[in-house]
């Protein structure tokens, strides 16, 4: 099946700083990657998600970009914000509902 | 839109119990899926339902079951409880289909065994 890898599984950034976060799946059917943050006793939420006929998407301070040859993806962060601290989920799927997330990252943006 | 809703938000059993959560998609969403969460394995799938049939199982055991009913709202059981199924059991709703959806989760039920 579906295999994700989440790095870093920390980062400590300065505000107004960049975070980036990276992920690689395994399997090349894979077509649909979202990206959630999750703040402590919250549920997750959806930030971003890319589509694998497309490489990069932007939304305002957020970006994400995909290499499908590398089959890995990457969450941009610019001009970080204390409130940007969280847990960051990146997932993959190839089909139906079906999601395979890696295991986190926790963001600590220090003001 | 109201959002995904899950009942209970907390529970507490004793092991060798049954429990029966509950999750209300978005209206118009058609399909539910539920995800254990716990602090070693992070988010790991559970199964999926659309239109009240099950597409897709992760690899739990068959302790875990789920159904879902004609108005999209779905329930999981976990039959047996054991300690190790202490977790947020969160259920995400979307419109469904072949091609993957945007899924949105609901606040989670806390399980606690004890």
């Known amino acids: 099946g579906e295999n994700v890898e989440q790095h870093p599984s920390t980062l400590s950034v300065q505000e107004g700083d960049s975070a980036v976060i990276k992920c690689t799946y395994s399997?090349?059917?894979?077509?649909?990657f979202p990206w959630y943050k999750q703040e402590l006793g919250k549920r997750p939420q959806l930030i971003i998600d890319i589509r694998s006929n497309v490489g990069e998407k932007k939304d305002q301070r957020i970006a994400v970009t995909l290499n499908k040859t590398a089959k890995h993806f990457s969450l941009h962060i610019t001009e970080t914000q204390p409130e940007d601290s969280a847990v960051y989920f990146c997932a993959a799927s190839k089909g139906y509902s079906t999601l395979t997330f890696g295991k986190g990252t926790m963001l600590l943006v220090s003001p | 839109k109201a959002g995904v809703t899950q009942t209970p938000r907390y529970l507490i059993k004793t092991r060798g119990q049954q429990v029966t959560l509950s999750c209300s998609p978005i209206s118009g969403h058609r399909s539910v899926s539920w995800y254990q969460q716990t602090p070693g394995q992070g988010l790991q799938f559970l199964f999926e339902?659309?239109?009240?049939?099950?597409?897709n199982k992760g690899n739990f055991p068959g302790r875990f079951s789920g159904r879902q009913f004609s108005n999209s709202r779905s329930e999981m059981n976990v039959s047996t409880l054991e300690l190790g199924d202490s977790a947020l059991y969160l259920c995400a709703s979307s419109l469904g289909g072949q091609v993957p959806y945007e899924q949105y989760f609901g606040p989670g039920t806390r399980l606690t065994v004890t």
């Open positions: 339902y659309f239109s009240e049939t099950q597409r």
């Open positions: 399997d090349s059917a894979s077509n649909y």
